[in-house]
């Protein structure tokens, strides 16, 4: 029962262009929702977050956007480079700090080529 | 200086073996988690500890026992080892609203 699922085992895009990760969830009840990045033999790293009453988060290069009637959001990576190039996690929570009930998706596994 | 921290980073260990993977946070959090991540990539919480409460994922063996000396420490402590418990085990740790902190990783491979 996958309550947050990343259909895209992985995605390849050129330096410079956009890479677009996208994350559906099925729980109603979820109302945040992180992004992490994995690099190999080291943990997650938190990314971004946004909130539900919210529908679009930005820091630097990421963007994060929420469609909650569609239960879909999506990181956005402009533009992208060499160093992004790691597994991205979507994450969902039922409220902010909700850490305790944290339930991830499979993960997406970037490549950017130079 | 790392900000969640476990050990050791590999363990590789027999059937029915009792073994501990440790973890320290010295980012003054609040409540600290043990993640597993299985051979499906899934990555799911198995406990999450403050000083007030214990929440155990109801999935998870009575043989996983976590352990928590101080504020700034979650052990994980596991009996009886099984081939199924091979997986790698995050420590992460959070504090209010913040996104958890996660350890390195400890590779579990049960022989």
């Known amino acids: 029962d996958q309550q947050v699922k990343q259909n895209s085992p992985s995605l390849s895009v050129q330096e410079g262009r956009i890479s677009i990760l996208n994350c559906d969830y099925t729980?109603?009840?979820?109302?945040?929702f992180l992004w992490y990045k994995k690099y190999p033999a080291e943990g997650p790293t938190f990314l971004i977050s946004?909130?539900?009453?919210?529908d679009k988060n930005e820091d630097g290069r990421f963007t994060v956007f929420l469609n909650k009637s569609a239960k879909h959001l999506s990181l956005h990576i402009v533009p992208s480079q060499p160093g992004d190039s790691a597994v991205y996690f979507c994450?969902?929570?039922?409220?902010?700090?909700?850490?305790?009930?944290?339930?991830f998706g499979k993960g997406t596994k970037l490549t950017v080529n130079p | 200086d790392t900000a969640v921290s476990q050990t050791p980073k590999y363990l590789v260990t027999q059937m029915g073996n009792d073994k501990s993977i440790k973890c320290e946070q010295n980012?003054?959090?609040?409540?600290m988690y043990w993640y597993k991540q299985d051979s499906k990539k899934f990555l799911k919480i198995m406990f999450s500890?403050?000083?007030?409460?214990?929440?155990i994922n109801e999935t998870v063996p009575n043989r996983f026992s976590p352990k928590s000396p101080d504020k700034a420490h979650l052990n994980l402590h596991i009996n009886s080892l099984e081939l199924g418990d091979s997986a790698v085990y995050f420590c992460?740790?959070?504090?209010?609203?913040?996104?958890?902190?996660f350890g390195q990783g400890t590779r579990l491979t049960v022989v």
């Open positions: 992460a740790s959070s504090q209010g609203i913040t996104g958890a902190f």
């Open positions: 729980n109603s009840m979820f109302d945040y």
């Open positions: 946004i909130s539900s009453i919210k």
């Open positions: 994450a969902a929570t039922p409220f902010p700090g909700g850490s305790e009930k944290l339930v």
């Open positions: 980012l003054g959090h609040d409540t």
């Open positions: 500890y403050n000083n007030k409460e214990l929440i």
